[in-house]
């Protein structure tokens, strides 16, 4: 191995992705994707991509009755909120993530969008919850090898791939030693 090919593992960082080891212990995470957010000395938060809950958003809010589509499980913390990203640069008091995509915002514009027909689920993906950690417990579960930082990121990954091939994708995409990891079973007693 030539010296000079050894990557520096990424740092989490807002618009990079958190991707699990397959053999991750916590069913909250098993498999999981998440967008970090936000990522500072406080702590960091995110959403699992590829969890979908069995919950309408038209179930859950007024204005989005013909609006259906799934929203997902963003994480273990605050179930009772309802979060989205979006692909929508009109809307007020957004935060960008990554080039084009966005967390928040105003919600009655997004109502808004959704009543004239120009939100559509390519475009938008509500959560109920959010994964976070406290200042410093996300770098300990870098040490053990729970998660993966991933730059291997866009829309496509986001808003067009299926949730139960998102996690295999993101693997095959990062390459090498990950590509082998989508063909391990999700309980080893399996194999």
């Not at 013909?66 to 989205?84: A, I």
């Not at 559509?120 to 053990?144: A, C, H, I, M, N």
């Amino acid at each position: 191995m030539n010296l000079f090919d050894f990557k520096t593992p990424l740092r989490p960082a807002p618009g990079l992705l958190l991707v699990s080891e397959p053999m991750l212990p916590d069913s909250n995470f098993e498999r999981s994707i998440i967008l970090l957010c936000a990522h500072d000395n406080e702590g960091s938060f995110g959403f699992v991509l590829n969890k979908p809950s069995d919950q309408q958003v038209a179930d859950l809010v007024d204005g989005f009755e013909d609006f259906h589509t799934q929203v997902f499980t963003g994480g273990p913390v605050e179930q009772d909120t309802l979060h989205f990203i979006h692909c929508f640069p009109e809307i007020e008091g957004r935060q960008e993530i990554l080039e084009g995509i966005y967390w928040g915002g105003d919600f009655d514009s997004l109502r808004e969008l959704a009543g004239r027909g120009k939100c559509t689920p390519d475009r938008v993906r509500f959560f109920l919850g959010y994964s976070g950690w406290s200042g410093g417990q996300l770098e300990d579960e870098l040490k053990e090898n729970a998660w993966i930082v991933s730059d291997k990121l866009d829309r496509s990954l986001i808003f067009e791939t299926g949730p139960a091939e998102m996690w295999k994708k993101a693997m095959t995409i990062m390459g090498g030693r990950f590509s082998k990891y989508v063909n391990y079973p999700t309980d080893p007693r399996l194999n």
